[in-house]
């Protein structure tokens, strides 16, 4: 069981190239998440998932789109990269949400940077 | 939607309990309390939640005022290991959590 797994853990882009990060999880959740994080701060929701075939906005999304094709899988793509997505991001996944239990599941990170 | 604050660091010494504080005066009703913490560039990992009552775990205790406007995250025995950011998480909708700053837990040897 590896829980969440992210495709790469390192990248390097230059402005306007575009990219696809991969998350993968083996654990059935039907929701996942995608976040970023910038140095000192706390993670910010990009983009989020309540199932397979589904996406939805979260705090930043400009600059990136998903893809929920398979339930096991939550793509994260940038089109035209730019030096203000330079972060970690950060994927997830939890349970089918009932009343309020939502423990998040998280992977170990993608740190890109955009020059 | 309910926000947290949180004091941006703390220290506690190895040994002894870590008491993380967080205010919330502003949660509704139905939304729950949620601790995470975040190890030095790894992915944050779940503590505990709870709702209007007290609630202990493996890892951790955590108290919530008669009037759920604030609540406090204890570590009974912080270990070095225990140095990391702690985050107090309102949820907010029904499937998003926001998080804050959080608190920076130095535990000192």
């Known amino acids: 069981n590896a829980g969440v797994t992210q495709t790469p853990k390192f990248r390097v882009l230059k402005t306007g190239q575009s990219m696809t990060l991969l998350c993968a999880q083996d654990?059935?959740?039907?929701?996942m998440y995608w976040y970023r994080q910038d140095p000192g701060m706390g993670l910010r929701l990009i983009h989020y998932?309540?199932?397979?075939?589904?996406?939805a906005k979260g705090e930043v999304p400009d600059g990136y789109n998903v893809s929920r094709l398979k339930k096991q899988n939550f793509l994260l793509g940038l089109e035209s990269a730019a030096p203000s997505q330079t972060s970690v991001y950060f994927c997830?996944?939890?349970?089918?949400?009932?009343?309020?239990?939502?423990?998040?599941?998280f992977g170990p990170g993608t740190r890109l940077t955009v020059l | 939607d309910a926000k947290t604050t949180q004091p941006p660091s703390m220290d506690c010494a190895e040994g002894r309990a870590a008491n993380l504080p967080c205010n919330h005066s502003?949660?509704?009703?139905?939304?729950?309390v949620y601790w995470y913490r975040q190890i030095h560039s790894q992915g944050p990992q779940y503590i505990i939640h709870?709702?209007?009552n007290n609630e202990t775990n493996e890892m951790a205790s955590l108290i919530i005022t008669e009037d759920r406007k604030s609540s406090t995250l204890i570590l009974p025995h912080a270990t070095l290991r225990d140095t990391a950011v702690y985050y107090c998480?309102?949820?907010?909708?029904?499937?998003?959590?926001?998080f804050g700053k959080g608190t920076r837990l130095h535990i000192l040897p």
């Open positions: 997830a996944s939890s349970y089918f949400q009932v009343v309020a239990y939502n423990e998040q599941f």
């Open positions: 654990m059935n959740h039907e929701y």
């Open positions: 998932s309540v199932g397979e075939g589904t996406t």
């Open positions: 502003t949660i509704s009703g139905n939304e729950y």
């Open positions: 709870g709702l209007k």
């Open positions: 998480i309102v949820r907010v909708r029904d499937d998003k959590i926001i």
